[in-house]
């Protein structure tokens, strides 16, 4: 697991959006498991076909806080607590909030494009925080490349410091080579969206970079 390697004392519980972002996944993944026919509320999350259809548009928004088991969640919330209260302290709240959300509705969007290649693939439901939370990448690729993290070792046995950059930058790479391979060949990879991990980092990064060129580094002056 990736975990910064050195504090920027930006303490996670004072970005409140942050901490209601994370409360609401796991709440929404509660009521999934409550759901007494077994679906986990399926009929929230996101369908391609939907969407083009014209219907149910309202899924764009609700499946980015939705999760199919408990690796998925804690996966995702693991990486969104490591990298949420940077983007929050740096941005804003209103603006993290509107990046948040921009990045996991544009992460579906794409993802639903890319269906169209193999029709068939455009009735299977899509859920997650990963768009919303590649989008988060983005923003702390563009404005905290410096800051370091700890990955593990090829073996696994210990681990290594490496920069912030290099880490989301190889990461995206992956997921951009994994997104256009399954164009090729659907059945694969899984049944992970990699698109919507594409399309979230870009509009992450957009807005970050739009940020970043009006403030310049001004948001590294903000006390914690």
């Known amino acids: 697991m990736v975990y910064e390697a050195e504090s920027d004392k930006i303490p996670f519980f004072k970005q409140y959006l942050s901490v209601i972002i994370l409360l609401a996944n796991i709440i ?44 998925h969640i804690i996966m995702n919330m693991w990486f969104f607590i490591i990298i949420t209260d940077n983007c929050e302290h740096a941005m804003g709240h209103v603006l993290y909030l509107i990046t948040y959300i921009i990045s996991g509705i544009c992460g579906s969007l794409l993802h639903a494009l890319s269906t169209l290649i193999w029709p068939f693939l455009t009735t299977i439901p ?28 090829a073996t696994g ?29 659907p059945f694969s990879l899984g049944s992970t969206a990699h698109f919507a991990h594409v ?26």
């Open 157 to 185: 046995t210990s681990m290594r410091k490496v920069s912030a950059g290099y880490f989301i930058v190889t990461y995206f790479i992956a997921e951009l080579t994994y997104a256009i391979y399954s164009l090729m060949d």
């Open 126 to 153: 899509s859920l997650g925080a990963s768009g919303a939370i590649f989008g988060l990448m983005g923003v702390y690729l563009i404005l905290y490349y410096e800051n370091k993290f700890y990955l593990p070792s």
């Open 28 to 71: 929404v993944f509660i009521w999934q498991m409550l759901d007494l026919t077994g679906q986990m509320h399926i009929e929230a999350a996101f369908v391609p076909a939907d969407f083009f259809a014209g219907i149910n548009w309202w899924t764009l928004f609700t499946s980015m806080f939705m999760h199919g088991d408990i690796v």
């Open 199 to 224: 399309g979230g980092f870009i509009a992450g990064a957009i807005i970050a970079g739009v940020y970043k060129g009006v403030k310049g580094t001004s948001y590294k002056k903000k006390k914690p």
